[in-house]
């Protein structure tokens, strides 16, 4: 048992309710599996918290698979415990930001799910295949002048921005724009940038979207953005704010987690060399690389919060009406019960059912072009790097304290 989960246990916050574990804290960032190991064995549905948010925590795996297909739970937390979609007092940015169809409940989630769900099939995303590669390779030009890189920042950041920048319908000379707010969204909702990001930061971004919004009514074009707004304009009942939490949902289903998804990527392979010299052998081992990469090490560890309409028992636990349930997904991939040899990295491991991007309703949207983004990114990189190598020690990577995420704040590599 790690000195982190000793100190956990021996401060009662595995079991005291006033105490609860503190997935927000820097400690269960830097040591989550750890953590997610003791839960699994000891106990599956644990009292934890997300700032002042109480939260049941599942660990295990199937417990986590019924959870999110379990129609007993549900995301829409007024129509539940009849108070507020949002249990704290907030901006209106934030609001908007809150309150899209991931945190709705059918048939409203269906049917904002149903206006955007084409854009994002495979056929749909197939013309940005060759975007994505000129891209990969025009950034690594860049940076292999350089030879010292944040391979976060200046590859890995820039592929799916400028992606969900074209799907959007915007501008390469705006790209920079975009980009700020992307920042707002990725980096602006934790630790002390918080309020600024409250009462300033997104209020802009909002303005922006508006801005967009706007032009896109006078100019329409072949992008998903034209496309919403035309449905509006059919008669579907779209405001202008749904329009604004739908992008920026678009934004982050279509962008943020593939950021992190490549640097993860990268970072696990030049841990695991001899899992790296696998696939630079046999890149056609790429997709299967990439499904190991989503399970051993995800940038995404949990869902949106779950609330109990009646009372529900999870393994032996009673998580009672209007109580909060959150899956830890990323602990579900590595419980040994489902996966052989579940904390080694095997690039052709086979099943390989992780829920790294849930399942049921609200099976992640941006899936698939996560997954072609990654695939991508990944495979111009080992090819055009074969000398590609951390810069500084990996043990002094610093995790981002931001609960149900596992995300670096950088990636520094040498490319050559």
Not at 21 to 33: C, E, M, P, T, V
Not at 38 to 59: F, I
Not at 206 to 221: A, F, N, S, T, W
Request: charged content about 25%.
């Amino acid at each position: 048992m790690s000195a982190h989960v000793q100190a956990a246990l021996e401060a009662g916050r595995f079991v005291d309710p006033n105490k609860r574990l503190n997935i927000a804290s820097q400690d269960f960032a830097d040591h989550k599996y750890d953590y997610y190991t003791y839960l699994r064995e000891h106990l599956p549905v644990a009292p934890g918290r997300v700032a002042m948010l109480k939260v049941n925590l599942v660990s295990r795996y199937e417990d986590c698979l019924a959870l999110v297909k379990d129609p007993r739970f549900g995301r829409n937390r007024s129509n539940i415990t009849g108070g507020s979609r949002i249990p704290f007092p907030v901006p209106k940015s934030i609001e908007m930001l809150a309150l899209s169809m991931i945190v709705e409940d059918d048939p409203e989630h269906k049917r904002l799910r149903t206006l955007v769900q084409k854009a994002f099939a495979p056929k749909s995303l197939a013309y940005l295949q060759d975007d994505m590669e000129q891209m990969a390779h025009q950034l690594l030009d860049t940076a292999m002048a350089k030879g010292q890189t944040d391979l976060q920042a200046d590859y890995a950041l820039q592929i799916p921005s400028a992606v969900i920048a074209r799907m959007v319908g915007i501008d390469r000379n705006e790209l920079p724009r975009f980009q700020n707010s992307l920042r707002v969204l990725n980096n602006g909702l934790t630790g002390w940038n918080i309020l600024r990001t409250m009462f300033w930061d997104l209020r802009k971004t909002v303005e922006y979207v508006r801005e967009l919004i706007e032009r896109k009514r006078q100019q329409p074009g072949e992008d998903i953005l034209s496309q919403l707004i035309e449905a509006e304009e059919d008669g579907d009942r779209l405001s202008e704010d749904e329009l604004i939490s739908m992008l920026f949902l678009l934004i982050i289903a279509g962008y943020e987690t593939t950021v992190h998804l490549i640097t993860n990527g990268v970072l696990t392979l030049l841990q695991h060399p001899d899992e790296l010299a696998r696939l630079r052998a046999d890149m056609d081992l790429m997709g299967s690389a990439v499904e190991e990469i989503l399970r051993y090490l995800p940038p995404v560890h949990g869902t949106k919060m779950n609330y109990a309409r009646e009372d529900v028992d999870i393994a032996g636990v009673t998580i009672a009406k209007g109580e909060v349930a959150v899956p830890l997904l990323g602990s579900a991939n590595r419980d040994g019960s489902v996966f052989a040899n579940p904390d080694v990295f095997d690039i052709t491991r086979d099943p390989n059912k992780h829920l790294s991007f849930s399942q049921g309703n609200h099976f992640c949207l941006g899936a698939f072009l996560a997954r072609m983004e990654t695939k991508t990114a990944l495979r111009v990189l080992l090819e055009r790097c074969p000398d590609l190598r951390l810069a500084v020690p990996g043990d002094s990577l610093q995790v981002a304290a931001m609960p149900l995420w596992h995300r670096y704040t950088s990636l520094p590599v040498l490319l050559r």
